[in-house]
C-alpha cells in the first residue's frame, strides 16, 4: 500500500473540489472513514521483519518497496500473475497490496477471493471509465482504485481476475454485537485506526483490523471485528428475506445462501463496512454500471440503519 501516501495532495485537492456533490447523509458518514491524514508510512524499527507462522524475513527495503507485494504465505496460493505482486516501475500498484495475495483484502479495500471473473473486470472496468465512483466525492481510497483501473491493461486485468477469482472464498470478518466500541480515529485512506478509550456504538459499524502495522507490510492473516449494533443480525436476516422497501428478497439474485450466482456477486462472509458503502454508492447514483441498475431498487428499498441491519447479517453469514 505504499503508493496510497503518493496520491495524497491530489486526492485531497479532488476531494476540496468536488464537495458541493456530495452525496452522504449524515447518518451514512460512518461507511466513508476519511481522515486528514494517514498512518499508513514506513514500518517502525530497521528490521529485517518476521511475521507469525512465516518462515521468511524481509529486509526494511523489501517491506518500504512501493513496487512490490510483500508475499508472506507463498505456499498458501497459487502462484500470482505480475500485475498482482509487483509492477516494472510504470505499471499500476499491484493488485495485492491492498486486496492481498489472498484476496481477503485491506480494510477499505474490498475482498476479492471467489468473485467470479467477469465480475472483476466489469467493476474495474466501471471505475475506469467513470461508471463506479464512490458517493463520498473524492474518497482518496476509492481514487487509488480508480487510479490502478485507469493504468492496468486489459490482459493484466484478465489475468488478476483470473487470480483472484480462482482463491477460495473466505470470511473475512468476525462480527460482533456491542453497545460499546473501542474509540477510532478515520485514516484518510478509508480504515479505521484504533484510539484510547471506548464509546457508544450508535448506528453504525465500526471495522477494527487486530493489528494494522503488521497488515501494512502485507500480513493478509491479521483478525478483523465488524463491531455492529445488538440486535442488528437477527434484525438484518428478517430484511434480508423479506427484501426490505422493495420486498425483494436479496436471494432472488445474491442466491439462496448469499453466496453469489452468475448475475449477482456473493454477499456472504464479506466486509460490513465494505458491504454498506457499495450499497449507498449504488442507491445514491454513483456507481451506475449496467449491471448495477438492477440493484437500484433494492439498495433504494433500505433505511441507512437497515443497511447496518443487512450488512452485519450478511457478513455473519458463512462464505
Ligand atoms: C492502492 C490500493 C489498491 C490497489 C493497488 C488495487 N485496489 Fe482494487 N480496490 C481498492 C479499494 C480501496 C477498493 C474499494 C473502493 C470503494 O469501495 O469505493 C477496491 C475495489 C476493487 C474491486 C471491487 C470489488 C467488488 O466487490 O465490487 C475490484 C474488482 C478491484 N478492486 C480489483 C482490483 C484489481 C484487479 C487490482 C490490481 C490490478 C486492484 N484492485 C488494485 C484499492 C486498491
Ligand atoms: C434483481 C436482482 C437483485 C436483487 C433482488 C438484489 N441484488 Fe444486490 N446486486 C445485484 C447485481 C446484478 C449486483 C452487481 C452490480 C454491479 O455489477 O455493479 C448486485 C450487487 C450488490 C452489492 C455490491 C457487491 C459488491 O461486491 O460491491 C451489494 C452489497 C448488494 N448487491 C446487496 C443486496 C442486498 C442487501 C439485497 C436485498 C435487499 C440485494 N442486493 C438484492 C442484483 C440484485
Not at 122 to 150: D, L
Not at 195 to 221: K, Y
Not at 229 to 248: D, E, L
Request: one cysteine or more.
Amino acid at each position: 500500500m505504499r503508493k496510497l501516501i503518493a496520491g495524497a495532495m491530489l486526492a485531497a485537492c479532488v476531494a476540496g473540489a468536488a464537495l458541493a456533490e456530495n452525496a452522504v447523509p449524515r447518518e451514512m458518514a460512518w461507511a466513508y472513514p476519511t481522515g486528514a491524514k494517514s498512518t499508513f508510512g514506513p514500518p517502525p524499527g530497521a528490521g529485517p521483519f518476521t511475521m507469525p507462522g512465516s518462515k521468511l524475513r524481509f529486509s526494511k527495503a523489501q517491506v518500504s518497496d512501493e513496487n512490490t507485494a510483500v508475499d508472506w504465505f507463498p505456499d498458501s496460493h497459487p502462484p500470482a500473475p505480475p500485475v498482482v505482486a509487483h509492477n516494472s516501475g510504470k505499471g499500476p500498484t499491484p493488485c495485492a497490496a491492498c486486496h492481498f495475495y489472498s484476496g481477503v483484502g485491506a480494510p477499505g479495500a474490498a475482498d476479492l477471493a471467489g468473485l467470479p471473473a467477469e465480475y472483476i473486470i466489469a467493476q474495474v472496468t466501471a471505475f475506469k471509465t467513470g461508471e463506479r465512483r464512490s458517493a463520498n466525492t473524492g474518497q482518496p481510497s476509492t481514487g487509488e482504485m480508480i487510479k490502478v483501473a485507469v493504468a492496468v491493461s486489459n490482459s493484466a486485468l484478465r489475468q488478476a481476475a483470473a487470480y483472484y477469482a480462482s482463491l477460495p472464498r473466505k470470511q473475512v470478518v468476525r462480527v460482533v454485537e456491542s453497545a460499546t466500541v473501542p474509540k477510532t480515529t478515520p485514516d484518510q485512506y478509508g480504515w479505521l485506526n484504533p484510539a484510547p478509550g471506548r464509546e457508544a456504538i450508535g448506528n453504525r459499524v465500526v471495522e477494527l483490523a487486530a493489528d494494522l502495522p503488521a497488515m501494512f507490510i502485507g500480513n493478509d492473516r491479521i483478525a478483523v471485528t465488524d463491531y455492529v449494533p445488538p440486535g442488528a443480525i437477527a434484525r438484518g436476516a428478517a430484511i434480508v428475506m423479506s427484501g426490505g422497501g422493495t420486498g425483494q428478497a436479496c436471494a432472488m439474485c445474491h442466491g439462496g445462501s448469499l453466496q453469489g450466482t452468475s448475475m449477482a456477486p456473493p454477499l456472504a462472509g464479506r466486509s460490513a463496512a465494505y458491504l454498506a458503502r457499495a450499497l449507498w454508492d449504488i442507491r445514491s447514483g454513483a456507481r451506475h454500471d449496467a449491471a448495477a441498475g438492477m440493484m437500484q431498487a433494492p439498495a433504494r428499498g433500505l433505511t441507512p440503519s437497515q443497511i447496518v441491519d443487512v450488512t452485519a447479517y450478511l457478513a455473519s453469514r458463512k462464505p
